[in-house]
């Protein structure tokens, strides 16, 4: 059923812009990111450039599956009875 609700979801344009958003700045932040941490000072704003290009296609990912799957628009319900009470049943 969840793939199903991923297909959906994927047919969006919304969908293809957080698709090459993360796989062009995702490795381009890691490659970066191992630059700056082995003391190469230049890539910093780089890995910050990038990092705020991830986290924006992050950030697209988590509307688009609110806004296109019916199931992320419905409240959770939860279950607040004790396991012990659940037993006993």
């Known amino acids: 059923m969840g793939v199903r609700l991923l297909k959906t979801a994927a047919i969006y344009l919304i969908a293809q812009i957080h698709f090459w958003m993360h796989n062009i700045s995702l490795p381009v932040l890691m490659s970066?990111?191992?630059f700056l941490v082995s003391g190469n000072e230049a890539f910093a704003p780089v890995v910050s450039i990038?990092?705020?290009v991830t986290a924006t296609g992050l950030a697209i990912f988590?509307?688009?599956?609110?806004?296109n799957i019916p199931s992320a628009k419905r409240p959770v319900v939860v279950n607040r009875t004790s396991p012990?009470?659940?037993l006993a049943k």
């Open 32 to 34: 970066a990111l191992a």
């Open 50 to 52: 990038a990092s705020i």
């Open 84 to 86: 012990a009470s659940a």
């Open 62 to 67: 988590v509307i688009n599956i609110c806004v």
